[in-house]
């Protein structure tokens, strides 16, 4: 299973972008998916997730600002960020949770998209 990121970019503060991310070669479908990112000397944090039923969980700092949807159709993930500002700098991850017939299932990442806002 991979995961392929893009639409990362510079963006003034106050812009928006839209990160999309794909999912290619599962062969039972995509549990949750989402995005975490990380910004220079932090953590790791998750900023939105969408399980199989369309149920999203964001960020308290996204909230009301970032929008995450998923195409099942076409096994991809968007974020749409709105309002951006140059807290929300960082590099985003995508992830997927892969289910598997043993019913365990397993994490996949993909690459990292750089989002980065001026101000």
């Known amino acids: 299973v991979q995961l392929q990121a893009s639409g990362g970019g510079l963006v003034q503060a106050g812009g928006s972008l839209r990160l999309s991310c794909v999912v290619s070669g599962s062969t039972f479908g995509i549990n949750d998916i989402g995005w975490y990112r990380q910004a220079p000397g932090k953590q790791r944090e998750l900023v939105a997730k969408?399980?199989?039923?369309?149920?999203?969980t964001y960020a308290d700092s996204v909230k009301g600002r970032f929008v995450i949807s998923r195409d099942n159709t076409k096994s991809t993930v968007y974020l749409q960020m709105n309002s951006l500002k140059p807290e929300d700098t960082a590099v985003y991850y995508c992830?997927?949770?892969?289910?598997?017939?043993?019913?365990?299932?397993?994490?996949?990442w993909g690459q990292g998209t750089l989002v980065t806002v001026s101000s």
């Open positions: 992830y997927a949770d892969i289910p598997t017939y043993d019913g365990l299932g397993y994490s996949v």
């Open positions: 969408i399980n199989s039923g369309g149920v999203t």
